[in-house]
């Protein structure tokens, strides 16, 4: 960019010459050539702006969008604050607001997969069977088994 703006200044140093040296033309086919010089150079310096002034529209376009990537990261750091690692039963973790974090809403769990990610997938309850609670992420589709809940079959009494 700094380049474009030199060979813009120099451009504009040479036009100036060339003003200075119309003053002795004697006809004008010389008068003529000159002005079409001082054009050419004139369009030439003109196009050498705009080639700066668009890198800096690009510049800024790119700086604008570095700036929003920052503030989604601390919206983020200070979202993820809120959150510890727990296990819904042994070896199934995800992440439930800490105390005191809750803001007004209600207890409810976040998928470690989409947490690593940057994302709130909520864990929902989706079936409770024989195996246990099964949750599904709203995000991933991921689907977690809480074993500690098993529901027991039922027995069925027999004649003998």
């Known amino acids: 960019m700094i ?5 813009a200044l120099s451009s504009v140093k040479v ?7 119309t003053k002795d033309l004697k006809n004008s086919t010389e008068f003529t050539a000159a002005v ?48 510890a690692l727990s296990e819904i039963c042994s070896g199934v973790v995800n992440f439930t607001v800490q105390k005191g974090q809750e803001n007004s809403e209600p207890f409810h769990r976040l998928c470690a997969n989409c947490f690593s990610k940057r994302q709130k997938g909520y864990l929902q309850q989706s079936e409770m ?6 949750y599904k992420c709203s995000c991933c589709d991921k689907e977690l088994l809480d074993y500690s809940h098993k529901v027991p079959l039922p027995s069925f009494n027999r004649p003998p």
């Open 3 to 7: 380049a474009e703006f030199s060979a």
């Open 15 to 21: 036009l100036g010459e060339i003003l200075k040296a």
């Open 36 to 83: 079409t010089e001082v054009y050419n150079k004139l369009h030439e310096v003109i196009l050498k702006s705009i080639a700066g002034l668009e890198k800096v529209d690009s510049f800024k376009t790119r700086i604008s969008e570095l700036e929003k990537e920052i503030t989604d990261l601390k919206n983020w750091d200070n979202e993820a604050k809120r959150y």
């Open 129 to 134: 069977t024989y195996e246990g609670i099964r």
